[in-house]
Nanobody
Framework: QVQLVESGGGLVQAGGSLRLSCAAS????????RGWFRQAPGKEREFVAAINWSGGSTYYADSVKGRFTISRDNAKNTVYLQMNSLKPEDTAVYYCAASNSRTGSYHYTSYDYWGQGTQVTVSS
C-alpha cells in the first residue's frame, strides 16, 4: 500500500521559515514527478510547487516563487519544501503528491497519490 506522509508543519511568525518533508512508502517514486499543493479554509486546493523525476526541472506558483524551494532525495524516496519569508496568506494545509508521470504538473489531476496533509499557520 502506497503512503505519503508529510511532516514539518507548525506555527511560525511572518518572515519565518519551515521545511516540509514528504516520505513515500510502498513503492519508489524516484522515476516520477512529485508536487506540493495547499488548501486554505474556504478555498480550493491550489498548486504550490512541483519537481520532475530527476530534480532537474522545478515549477512554482507565482505566489511562492523566490520564497519556496522544492527538492527531492530519491535515495530516501522523499520530497521537501523549504519555505522562507512566510506570510500569513501562506496559512493552509499543505499536501504532497506523487505522479505516475516523469514531468511535473501544475494541475492536481495529474497526481495519483496524496498525503494526509500538514498544517502550516503563519501569524502576523
Amino acid at each position: 500500500q502506497v503512503q505519503l506522509v508529510e511532516s514539518g508543519g507548525g506555527l511560525v511568525q511572518a518572515g519565518g521559515s519551515l521545511r516540509l518533508s514528504c516520505a513515500a512508502s510502498g513503492r519508489t517514486f524516484s522515476s516520477y514527478a512529485r508536487g506540493w499543493f495547499r488548501q486554505a479554509p474556504g478555498k480550493e486546493r491550489e498548486f504550490v510547487a512541483a519537481i520532475n523525476w530527476s530534480g532537474g526541472s522545478t515549477y512554482y506558483a507565482d505566489s511562492v516563487k523566490g520564497r519556496f524551494t522544492i527538492s527531492r532525495d530519491n535515495a530516501k524516496n522523499t520530497v521537501y519544501l523549504q519555505m522562507n519569508s512566510l506570510k500569513p496568506e501562506d496559512t493552509a494545509v499543505y499536501y504532497c503528491a506523487a505522479s505516475n508521470s516523469r514531468t511535473g504538473s501544475y494541475h492536481y489531476t495529474s497526481y495519483d497519490y496524496w498525503g494526509q496533509g500538514t498544517q502550516v499557520t503563519v501569524s502576523s
